[in-house]
């Protein structure tokens, strides 16, 4: 298969796989990064953007600046660079990119639901949602009191439909329940992603599979941890893990009954990949598990652009992008309140 990706990938592909890599040339880098966190304000960190690819999207905006503003800004160039490759994409490159933006759908569906549950503004909660997940009938989740409503009445004709299937029950919907249906909804559209990418074949499938997997994997340890101490048992625990990645399904076993975190540790520690992520954390520091998983995602989505002819950089790229955002946030919070020591706390630099 990969010998016969070089014949015929350009006809279709070619234009759209040099654009991302040449958009990729416009990612920060270590100096950006270090010029980043000496500044003093946000209209420093502003006027330093402004000699970035950012800079056109920063440039009219006025003084006082606040974090959301930039991220905001930022997130609107991400949003244009995907509407661009979304409208030159030829099928199966155009489903491909869509099902990027899934995960966004779904985390907006629990933003409005939960906001909703706690007697937030509709309008005030979608401002919060990512562009890349909106739907033409997403302000209606506020009316639905449960998650057959929920199905019946908003999400039938959305993307995430054929998630729900594991999902509906008649239960009213409170933090627990909405929590237990991100992750099956996430379950349910990482796994389709997977067979998506695998019926693909070649290297799309190949790079694809590794990330997916390795996704798949983060969400199993996340789960473990944040269900620790909390009413769900084993069982519940279980079937919100992925039926793939390298976790998949003896270490998910080993997942479902740890009772703390230095439990979780040493079942990761049983495998290669992993140890190097666990390594860099010292025993009772949980709260830089993420810091690692991220900086370790990162490492592998550079290396995705090592190979060419294949789809997994479209879906590199933009995760870079969500990162490189993710690292402008934090040093504009550190910032804006006056915390420049904790700047390079949760930085995760990407080149």
Known sequence: MYSWEMLSFNIHDGFLEAIVRGNRSGLLTQADYNNLCQCETLDDIKMHLSATEYGPYLQNEPSPLHTTTIVEKCTLKLVDEYKHMLCQANEPLSTFLQYITYGHMIDNVVLIVTGTLHERDVN???????????????????????????????????????????????????????EIMRNTLYKAYLQDFYKFCAKLGGATA???????????????????????GTELTRDDRRKLYSNFG??????????????????????????????????????????????????????????SFEQQFHYAVFFAYMRLREQEIRNLMWISECVAQNQKNRVHDSVVTIF
């Open 246 to 303: 390298l976790l998949f399904p003896y270490g998910h076993e080993e997942l479902a009954v740890c009772e703390d975190v230095d439990q979780v540790r040493g079942v990761m520690e049983k495998y290669p990949p992993y140890q190097s992520i666990f390594a860099k954390i010292s025993y009772g520091e949980s709260q830089m598990l993420d810091k690692a998983f991220y900086e370790e995602e990162v490492k592998r989505l550079r290396l």
């Open 124 to 178: 005030e909660l979608l401002e919060k949602c990512h562009p890349l997940g909106m739907f033409d009938s997403i302000a209606s989740l506020a009316v639905a009191q449960n998650m057959r409503e929920l199905y019946r009445l908003v999400l039938v004709d959305t993307p995430l439909a054929p998630y729900f299937s594991e999902c509906i029950t008649s239960e009213d919907l409170d933090d627990m329940n909405i």
């Open 206 to 228: 190949d790079i694809m599979c590794n990330l997916l997997s390795f996704e798949a994997d983060r969400r199993a340890v996340n789960i473990t941890i944040n269900s620790i």
